[in-house]
């Protein structure tokens, strides 16, 4: 995803799939004492000790860290018993690889360098504005909501554009439920979603000026009363990392990570389509819908398959990345009209 201007909103092939060793592995090895000559081939095969999980590299801040906010008593949450680990088909990718590996380019196009430069981002107190089409606009205090919210735990696969892909245990609730709340009228048609802009905080902001910040995304009415759909304020049952989009992001596990939008401010429903951060930047590359399909490649390479970030090994990447059944039907019509751009 990573786009550089001068070269017309390209990046190269070794950025989108990046190798197979992620975040501080290599740091987290030496702190073992088992980092020398010939890790590649070491790691290769390498699994997560447990007693490695969450040590970091003594002097250096951990990437593993919780918050501890008002409403962290409401986690760890109940789990769905119809999104366990085993309905995700592979183990839970431990949170020292998922919290040092994020894209957040709102702090730093740099994936592994994201969850060190969130440390002064300031996440309470917090406000979500629900707005536009609908007959309660409200503006919530991200706290109170979490707390009058039936949270529950999911265990859904992530899939990003650039063709990694974890399996997180998230806490939040059915956007639907929010939906419900505030009462769309019947001109509504699309739900907009924005990202805080606060780039004194958010140091990539100022890095990257050629973006058309702040980050926005965009769903269907229908898309969002999804049952997959889910606002989510914790990850690994308790209150959501900064760098996974603290405190309150967006989860909609059957497209590509990056209409997963972080840190939400700003839910509006609308009756045109609205502009979306990636489409805006690069309307060649990236599209409103973002359905996963392995049949449809990006422009510059194959999404016929997947990196897992803590292994290393390439899966078969599934349609609606093996939520069809769940969401199938929402497009059901579309493809004729719409084809390959259901999938971009
Ligand atoms: N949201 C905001 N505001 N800014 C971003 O850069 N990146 C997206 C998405 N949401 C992004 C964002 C992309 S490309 C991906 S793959 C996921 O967040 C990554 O989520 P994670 O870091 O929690 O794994």
Request: charged share 25%.
């Amino acid at each position: 995803m990573l786009i550089r201007k001068r070269r017309g909103w390209e990046i190269p092939e070794r950025l989108a799939t990046p190798e197979d060793v992620y975040l501080n592995r290599r740091e987290i090895l030496r702190s073992m004492g088992v980092v020398g000559a010939g890790l590649g081939a070491f790691v290769s095969g390498f699994s997560w000790p447990s007693t490695a999980l969450g040590q970091g590299v003594p002097g250096e801040p951990r990437a593993v860290r919780f918050p501890d906010w008002p409403a962290a008593d409401q986690y760890p949450a109940e789990r769905n018993p119809l999104f366990g680990e085993e309905e995700a088909g592979r183990p839970v990718t431990a949170a020292d690889i998922t919290l040092a590996y994020n894209n957040f380019y709102e702090f730093r196009v740099d994936k592994r360098n994201v969850w060190k430069l969130v440390e002064r981002f300031e996440t309470r107190p917090w406000e979500l504005e629900v707005t536009g089409l609908v007959q309660n606009p409200q503006v919530f205090d991200v706290d109170d909501l979490i707390r009058s919210m039936p949270l529950e735990d999911r265990v859904y696969r992530l899939r990003c554009v650039e063709a990694w892909s974890a399996i997180i245990p998230w806490t939040g609730f059915p956007l639907k439920a929010l939906i419900e709340r505030v009462q769309p009228t019947s001109r509504a048609r699309y739900v907009a979603l924005t990202t805080l802009m606060r780039p004194r905080q958010m140091v990539g902001m100022q890095e990257q000026r050629h973006y058309p910040w702040p980050y926005h995304e965009a769903l269907t009415i229908p898309e969002a009363m999804n049952d997959l759909a889910m606002l989510v304020t914790g990850a690994y049952g308790k209150p959501l990392p900064k760098q996974m989009g603290a405190p309150i992001r967006l989860i909609v596990p059957w497209k590509f990570g990056f209409k997963n939008i972080k840190s939400l401010v700003k839910i509006e429903f609308t009756e045109e389509q609205p502009k979306t951060l990636w489409n805006t930047a690069n309307p060649r590359e990236y599209g409103f819908w973002a359905n996963i399909n392995p049949e449809v490649p990006h422009p510059r390479w194959s999404q016929a398959s997947e990196r897992l970030v803590d292994t290393g090994e390439r899966v078969p990447t599934q349609i609606f990345n093996g939520y069809g059944a769940y969401v199938a039907d929402l497009y059901q019509g579309l493809e004729k009209e719409l084809g390959d751009k259901l999938y971009r």
